[in-house]
């Protein structure tokens, strides 16, 4: 039995409610802690693969254990040691134990870790887990990988995310990311690249495509791209604690402070993002009392100090952007123009299809509804967001705003065709429920 948890029943005493309630335990951790744990799993074993495997066997193992034995006081030190067991059992079976005995040997710490809890279990899971992640972070964003590689795999690894939603991510097909997953994973291996934070003078080469993920972690939190819920909490709340880290990390590096205020601005809105139905609320319609003013106190302070220490980058200028909406009390009191202007330094700074269309909406909301859509037809020409909904959605916005209700519908079912997150496909069929002919 693990040490610290409840007593045993016996097997047949072991009520359904028992059983729900372990598996909850068991679902809430791997939510919660799946990357922690992964990342130690992955500097332990030293590789990825294997440490996936393991970390799914551990979970099997707790959805028979922990109903029978209870859940233990520390579940991600039982999940590793677990893991790392059943890693042990495998590499065995395929005669490569020789290969992995000094890693293994060198994590003998673990063993020391209980589900008791104590001093030391404390140290361990807030220092060492951190820099495990940091660790992994820093690996799959090796310059040898390719930058969407980068990106990928560590979405993938620390954060959980599926395959196909990390294609949604990046636009493209899911049997295309699928591949290079397996490539980025088989590169590590191959070119023996080291599971460590780079020393200072490697930093700044590695830092655009950490910066990213986050970023990337965020959004898919903030706007989920597949599933039922708008917003998946736990995913903004993991990319803007691994903000705070690389802040603490890298302090003189104006970028991650400025990444760190661009999230705490934005996610400061995420409840008044859905009414009490679960349904999108615009932003403009938004009850800004429900904002959340402290969040938008430390980022407006961290915006301001990444403005002052010299020539913004691109995380600036977006957080100077969300900053112009986090100061306006109503959404009449946005100064859309000078958010215009902000998005047209961002278009040279970091030129890409997704800035160009926000820059678009600034302009309809700035100059007028025909305008933007010049601009945005203009987008959708150059094909540079084919696939991506949120184009002739905008699109449909603004051609109703124009009046043309026959070319607003049109629009809407456009990206009702590519639409993926549910909450979005009901928002969309209201709006096209209100521009479409009443039947007689």
């Not at 590590?188 to 990337?216: C, F, G, K, S, T």
Request: with cysteine; proline share 4%.
């Amino acid at each position: 039995m693990v040490r610290g948890a409840q007593s045993s029943p016996t097997p047949h005493a072991i009520s359904s409610g028992a059983v729900a309630s372990s598996r909850e335990a068991v679902e809430q951790v791997f939510k919660q802690e799946r990357g922690r744990i992964l990342a130690t799993l992955i500097r332990i074993l030293g590789d990825i693969d294997l440490g996936e495997e393991a970390l799914a066997a551990a979970l099997e193992a707790a959805l028979v254990q922990w109903p029978a034995e209870g859940t233990p006081a520390n579940p991600r030190a039982w999940l590793i040691r677990t893991a790392r067991n059943k890693a042990i059992d495998q590499m065995r079976r395929r005669a490569l134990l020789d290969d992995k005995r000094a890693a293994i040997e060198a994590d003998a710490a673990l063993e020391r870790e209980d589900a008791g809890g104590g001093a030391d279990v404390t140290e361990f899971d807030e220092v060492a887990v951190r820099d495990d992640q940091l660790r992994l972070i820093f690996t799959c964003c090796h310059p040898a990988l390719a930058v969407e590689a980068q990106v990928a795999l560590t979405l993938r690894t620390l954060c959980g995310l599926e395959t196909d939603e990390i294609a949604r991510a990046f636009l493209v097909p899911a049997p295309t990311m699928a591949q290079r997953l397996v490539r980025a994973k088989a590169k590590i291996q191959q070119a023996r690249i080291p599971y460590r934070v780079p020393d200072a003078e490697e930093l700044p080469a590695r830092l655009d495509a950490v910066l990213a993920v986050v970023y990337l972690v965020f959004n898919e939190g903030y706007s989920a791209s597949s599933g039922a819920a708008l917003i998946r909490r736990e995913l903004c709340a993991e990319a803007i604690r691994l903000g705070r880290l690389l802040v603490e990390l890298l302090p003189g590096e104006s970028e991650t402070r400025a990444l760190l205020a661009l999230m705490l601005l934005t996610d400061a809105r995420r409840d008044a993002r859905v009414d009490a139905d679960g349904e999108m609320v615009l932003l403009e319609d938004q009850d800004r009392a429900r904002w959340d003013r402290e969040e938008i106190r430390e980022g407006l302070a961290l915006v301001e100090a990444a403005l002052r220490a010299g020539p913004p980058g691109a995380y600036a200028l977006q957080a100077a952007i969300a900053g112009v909406h986090a100061r306006a009390l109503r959404a009449d009191e946005t100064d859309w123009r000078e958010i215009a202007a902000l998005y047209g330094v961002l278009r040279v700074a970091n030129p890409s299809g997704v800035v160009a269309l926000n820059h678009a909406a600034a302009v309809a909301m700035a100059e007028g509804p025909a305008a933007g859509l010049r601009l945005m037809d203009a987008i959708a020409a150059d094909g540079s967001l084919a696939g991506y909904h949120l184009l002739p959605a905008a699109r449909a916005d603004l051609l109703r705003r124009l009046g043309r209700l026959s070319d607003a519908a049109a629009a809407y079912r456009e990206a009702l065709a590519l639409v993926g997150n549910d909450a979005d496909r009901r928002f969309l069929e209201r709006r096209l429920a209100q521009v479409s002919p009443a039947r007689a």
